[in-house]
């Protein structure tokens, strides 16, 4: 999983 | 999405459609911080300006626009609305919320993940919201009468947290995600500060009493 793990959370 | 993420959007969302209800059902924000609501408002306005730069899903999406909709609507409703502002309890919200703004900000700008205008707003979002909340605690141990739906409004905004503790672990061991820590703890911090409601909202709901805090 790439550094933008937990951006696709709210 | 695993379950604990899914589980935790949707207390979220049930907490937003459940004060709305509220407020226009019976034209009341008893009980209610208009301070907690306005830090919303800028907690979502600034993580969900990614809405412009990346795609993620529909789903995604959908619900970032739900929750900027959302929050400013209920602003509106207290700040504007004829009949429902006049029950807002204006003399003991009195936490000054425009305070925790620099702070947050400040913080995020010296710890972040990466120095760019996008990561620095939204690292800015996840310590405000992480104080959010409290207003709206300050508010509900001075109300003499909590009602149903203002205690359950915080304990599904309070399962949110909890919930989206729960998906961390879950990612970090089933999807093998890296470790983000300033998600992870302010997410905890969060979390933390509803323990004390939580203690007196299952005592009371276990006891079939009416919810009441100490004061």
Redesign the interface.
Known sequence: ?N???????? | MNIF?LAG?MS?LLSVILLLLKIRTTKSCAGISLKTQELYVVVFLARYL?LFT?Y??FY?TV??LV?IATSVCIVWYMRFHKVVKQTYNKDLDTFRHYVVIPPCFLLALLVH?EFTVMEVL?TFSLYLEAVAILPQLILLQRTRNIDNLTGNYIFLLGAYRAL?LL??IY?FFM????A?WI?WISGLVQTALYADFFYYYIKSWKNNEKLKLPA
């Open positions: 999983i550094a933008d793990t937990l951006k696709d959370e709210l | 993420r959007d979220h990614n990346r993620y899903s995604n619900m970032k929750f993940h939204w989206y998906n961390w990612r999807e093998k995600a890296q983000r998600s």
